[in-house]
């Protein structure tokens, strides 16, 4: 049964700075699936990491996928308010099966 | 507009009332799941929808109800609730298998209170 692990759960940062979100994914995962969602509102999709190695980037984001390591990053490049939200990584042992989401990291930017 | 609609936004119930739940989406994709989000727990999986066909449920208790009449809707039938079942209810789809490469579309969700 793949269980996945995001941590930190919470994270506080200045504007300006950078950080990382971790997540851990306990078995194999064709393919792994970062989420942001804004409070009251719906899951957005961000990126989707297919293989080893893969990286993506979209403004401020940049997230990347190690699958010997079961490990996927999200990391925050210069941090604006804009981007305090939720984020989810989910993770899928195979196209036919279901997301498996962590518990969220829920990121607040300040001034 | 995410492409995936879920009505109604809220919904107070009490816990002897019977209610439903839909979610309706246009974007081709032939999979409709039901997922579940309280406060302080991950985004549950409950139920899956493959081309109306129902391939998975979470163990879900049968005070929920799921109905998938064509690929584009679904329905989550509501009865004798209890409040641990407050949560935002949330839509998504998807096309199966390898045309899955772009993950689920979700809809705003369904904020249910039980009272």
């Known amino acids: 049964e ?22 851990n ?19 957005e999709s961000l ?29 925050i490049t210069a ?7 939720t984020y989810f990584c989910a993770g ?14 829920r990121l607040s930017v300040i001034a | 507009e995410t492409g995936v609609t879920q009505t109604p936004r809220h919904l107070v119930m009490g816990m002897t009332n019977k209610k439903s739940l839909k979610c309706e989406q246009h974007l081709g994709h032939n999979a409709m799941y039901w997922y579940k989000q309280s406060a302080k727990k991950p985004l ?26 064509n690929s584009s809707h679904l329905f989550l039938h509501l009865h004798t609730l209890q409040p641990e079942d407050s949560a935002l209810y949330l839509c998504a789809s998807s096309h199966p298998g390898d045309r899955a490469n772009y993950g689920y ?4 969700g369904t904020r249910l209170t039980v009272v």
């Open chain 1, 2 to 23: 793949l269980k996945v692990e995001q941590n930190p759960l919470f994270l506080s940062m200045q504007e300006g700075k950078n950080y990382t979100i971790y997540c």
């Open chain 1, 25 to 43: 994914y306990s078995t194999t995962s064709d393919r792994l699936y970062w989420y942001r969602q804004d409070p009251g509102k719906s899951l």
């Open chain 1, 79 to 85: 941090a604006v308010h804009d981007l305090s939200a």
């Open chain 1, 47 to 75: 990126f989707v990491l297919l293989s080893n190695g893969a990286v993506k980037q979209e403004g401020r984001l940049m997230a990347s996928l190690d699958t010997k390591a079961r490990l996927s990053t999200l990391h």
């Open chain 1, 92 to 105: 899928q042992v195979t196209g036919n099966t279901p997301l498996v989401f962590g518990k969220g990291t």
């Open chain 2, 105 to 108: 579309t979700f809809g705003s």
């Open chain 2, 44 to 69: 549950e999986l409950m139920f899956v929808y493959n081309f109306k066909e129902q391939t998975e449920n979470n163990s879900v208790p049968s005070r929920f109800s799921p109905e998938c009449p």
